[in-house]
């Protein structure tokens, strides 16, 4: 009998299918009692096309794998492939508990990652962004995509989890874009608008992160998820006097406003801003269309800022944030792929607070 303790399992599959390429190798069970098979053949090739595209995608010797998916035959495939590729298989399969995953990441020295998304006019770390990853480009339902090294984020050793992390890149790339070109900083008395969307949790998080005195506008129902989120004060949407509101919440004027939702408040606010403060937007849904006196700006210096996504020094920063642990994105919902629908069905409802999670 041959010694087969120097072999890999994907060389005793090659041989296999040498010499009997015929015969099943593999069946798996399918609803409706029809079995799908694989002869060693088949097999053996599917190994091979899987270990060459790893490969191909920059994978050398050695490299650890973390291999995502339902016990299946894919499954086994991707585990046959990296042994035939020379490379380490980590077995994440979806039947581990987070703990349990997060206990085999860590144990088995596997990098995770965060990506930023967005296409920027220049490759200088203050480019501004012209498009984003599956919208003007292809790519946000992909198995695989490829982007630059330098779009790529180290977060191995964060505490949050890969659905908080998930989170991050578009809302929580856009508040940091608005408090970055804002320049809050700690002790500042910042207002939040729209507090209980996306950005908007965001920036109340990020903020209270640095330090700065939040004063959120939220809608009743959410205010508690805004006040865990950092809030110091909260002012309710449906208040009678918004502005009179505000003044109460914050008696010691604004340093700054951080806005996702324009209309009237604007120009009704602009008064409490301190001499120098900074009002950055990047939101209309209140009203894109406003009048204020441009006599406020300039007598008070006074700045007004337009602000879209993030540049990657922006990027850069938010993922150190991560990274540390300062913010805890919350998750509102969570879904499988093939419920997509569902996800965007209560998306399409604005009665969550939060991000809603989609994993395959």
């Known amino acids: 009998m041959q010694d087969l303790r120097a072999s890999t399992v994907a060389d005793v599959l090659r041989r296999s299918a040498a010499r009997t390429p015929g015969r099943v190798a593999l069946r798996v069970a399918e609803s409706g009692g029809h079995d799908r098979e694989w002869t060693y053949a088949e097999l053996d090739a599917a190994v091979t096309r899987a270990a060459g595209h790893l490969l191909d995608i920059g994978a050398a010797k050695g490299d650890r794998i973390a291999v995502y998916g339902k016990n299946s035959d894919a499954y086994l495939i991707g585990f046959l492939a990296c042994a035939r590729a020379g490379l380490v298989h980590v077995p994440v399969n979806d039947s581990l508990t987070g703990s349990d995953l997060s206990y085999v990441l860590a144990q088995s020295g ?39 090294a330098t779009r790529v984020h180290t977060m191995t050793g964060s505490p949050l989890s890969d659905e908080q992390l998930a989170c ?71 208040a009678h ?33 301190h001499e120098g403060g900074r009002w950055v937007i990047a939101g209309a849904v209140a009203g894109p269309v406003i ?29 150190e944030t991560a990274r540390h642990g300062h913010i805890t994105p919350r998750v509102a919902a969570r879904y499988q792929l093939t419920d997509i629908h569902a996800a965007q069905h209560e998306f399409a409802q604005h009665a969550h607070a939060g991000k809603i999670t989609i994993t395959p």
């Open 110 to 148: 596997s990098t995770v990652v965060l990506v930023d998304p967005a296409l920027y006019e220049t490759g200088s770390d203050d480019a501004h962004p012209i498009g984003l990853l599956g919208s003007e480009a292809d790519g946000g339902f992909a198995q695989y995509v490829v982007v630059a």
């Open 168 to 238: 991050l890149p578009i809302a929580y790339g856009t508040a940091m874009g608005m408090l970055e070109r804002a320049r809050i900083a700690a002790g500042e008395s910042v207002l939040v608008t729209g507090a209980s969307g996306g950005v908007g949790l965001a920036l109340v998080q990020l903020a209270a992160a640095r330090g700065a005195r939040v004063t959120a506008v939220t809608t009743r129902d959410k205010s508690e998820f805004v006040s865990r989120a950092g809030a110091h004060a909260l002012v309710h949407r449906d």
């Open 241 to 273: 006097n918004t502005p009179e509101a505000i003044a109460r919440a914050a008696p010691e004027g604004l340093d700054a406003v951080t806005d996702v939702a324009g209309g009237d408040l604007v120009s009704q606010l602009l008064p409490r801003l």
């Open 291 to 319: 009048s204020f006196d441009l006599r406020r700006l300039y007598l008070h210096n006074l700045a007004l800022i337009g602000s879209s996504m993030h540049t990657p020094t922006h990027f850069g920063r938010l993922a």
